[in-house]
Protein backbone atom coordinates (compact mmCIF):
# COMPACT_ATOMS: atom_id res chain seq x y z
CA UNK A 1 0.00 0.00 0.00
CA UNK A 2 1.53 3.20 -0.98
CA UNK A 3 1.19 5.70 1.71
CA UNK A 4 3.10 8.69 1.97
CA UNK A 5 4.60 11.52 -0.39
CA UNK A 6 7.54 13.92 0.52
CA UNK A 7 8.64 17.31 -0.77
CA UNK A 8 11.19 19.41 0.35
CA UNK A 9 11.23 17.69 4.15
CA UNK A 10 7.48 17.86 4.74
CA UNK A 11 5.08 14.50 4.57
CA UNK A 12 2.00 14.38 3.17
CA UNK A 13 -0.86 11.64 3.14
CA UNK A 14 -4.16 11.76 0.85
CA UNK A 15 -6.93 11.62 2.90
CA UNK A 16 -7.56 7.71 0.81
CA UNK A 17 -4.70 6.82 2.09
CA UNK A 18 -5.14 8.21 5.68
CA UNK A 19 -8.61 5.81 5.45
CA UNK A 20 -6.74 2.54 4.42
CA UNK A 21 -3.99 2.87 7.57
CA UNK A 22 -6.47 3.86 10.06
CA UNK A 23 -9.05 0.49 8.57
CA UNK A 24 -5.81 -1.66 9.22
CA UNK A 25 -4.89 -0.48 12.37
CA UNK A 26 -9.03 -0.86 13.36
CA UNK A 27 -8.64 -4.50 12.38
CA UNK A 28 -5.73 -5.12 14.97
CA UNK A 29 -6.66 -3.01 17.62
CA UNK A 30 -10.27 -1.27 18.91
CA UNK A 31 -7.82 1.25 20.47
CA UNK A 32 -7.02 3.14 17.63
CA UNK A 33 -8.66 6.54 16.39
CA UNK A 34 -7.63 8.91 14.23
CA UNK A 35 -6.49 10.99 17.32
CA UNK A 36 -3.73 7.95 17.64
CA UNK A 37 -2.72 7.69 14.39
CA UNK A 38 -2.09 11.32 14.50
CA UNK A 39 0.27 11.08 17.64
CA UNK A 40 1.77 7.63 15.87
CA UNK A 41 2.54 10.26 12.39
CA UNK A 42 2.89 13.68 13.93
CA UNK A 43 3.31 16.19 11.05
CA UNK A 44 1.82 14.00 8.71
CA UNK A 45 -0.46 16.47 6.73
CA UNK A 46 -3.79 14.69 5.73
CA UNK A 47 -4.80 16.10 1.96
CA UNK A 48 -8.91 16.12 1.12
CA UNK A 49 -9.84 14.00 -1.83
CA UNK A 50 -11.96 15.80 -3.88
CA UNK A 51 -13.67 16.04 -7.06
CA UNK A 52 -9.91 16.79 -9.13
CA UNK A 53 -8.52 14.26 -6.88
CA UNK A 54 -10.71 11.86 -8.05
CA UNK A 55 -10.68 12.45 -11.61
CA UNK A 56 -6.73 12.47 -11.32
CA UNK A 57 -7.20 9.02 -9.78
CA UNK A 58 -9.50 7.71 -12.21
CA UNK A 59 -7.01 9.07 -14.97
CA UNK A 60 -4.53 6.72 -13.65
CA UNK A 61 -7.14 3.31 -13.42
CA UNK A 62 -6.93 3.75 -17.45
CA UNK A 63 -3.33 3.19 -17.47
CA UNK A 64 -2.55 1.27 -14.09
CA UNK A 65 -5.61 -1.34 -13.95
CA UNK A 66 -3.71 -3.39 -11.19
CA UNK A 67 -3.22 0.00 -8.74
CA UNK A 68 -5.86 0.07 -5.96
CA UNK A 69 -7.85 3.04 -5.16
CA UNK A 70 -5.36 3.84 -2.84
CA UNK A 71 -2.31 3.89 -4.82
CA UNK A 72 -3.85 5.72 -7.19
CA UNK A 73 -4.68 7.74 -4.45
CA UNK A 74 -0.80 8.56 -3.49
CA UNK A 75 0.20 8.91 -7.11
CA UNK A 76 -1.78 11.41 -8.09
CA UNK A 77 -0.84 13.47 -4.91
CA UNK A 78 2.58 12.87 -5.70
CA UNK A 79 2.43 14.04 -9.44
CA UNK A 80 -0.24 17.37 -8.27
CA UNK A 81 3.16 18.45 -5.80
CA UNK A 82 5.99 16.92 -7.85
CA UNK A 83 7.07 14.68 -5.27
CA UNK A 84 8.27 11.45 -4.16
CA UNK A 85 5.89 8.91 -3.32
CA UNK A 86 6.33 6.00 -0.91
CA UNK A 87 5.83 2.47 -1.28
CA UNK A 88 6.87 -1.01 -0.28
CA UNK A 89 4.98 -2.32 -3.64
CA UNK A 90 8.19 -3.19 -5.71
CA UNK A 91 5.93 -3.78 -8.67
CA UNK A 92 5.54 0.21 -8.82
CA UNK A 93 9.29 0.41 -9.66
CA UNK A 94 8.75 -1.69 -13.14
CA UNK A 95 6.07 0.74 -14.22
CA UNK A 96 7.06 3.92 -15.87
CA UNK A 97 4.06 6.12 -12.64
CA UNK A 98 5.98 9.13 -14.00
CA UNK A 99 6.92 10.13 -10.24
CA UNK A 100 9.97 9.60 -8.17
CA UNK A 101 9.23 6.46 -6.02
CA UNK A 102 11.33 5.57 -2.53
CA UNK A 103 10.60 2.29 -1.59
CA UNK A 104 10.09 1.59 2.00
CA UNK A 105 11.25 -1.74 2.71
Do not use: Y
Amino acid sequence: MAVFLAQEHSIAMSAVNWSEVLTRLQRESNFVDGDKLKGLLPGVEVVPFGQREAEQTADLARRFQSLSLGDRACLALATARNAAAWTADRAWAQMNLGVRLEMVR
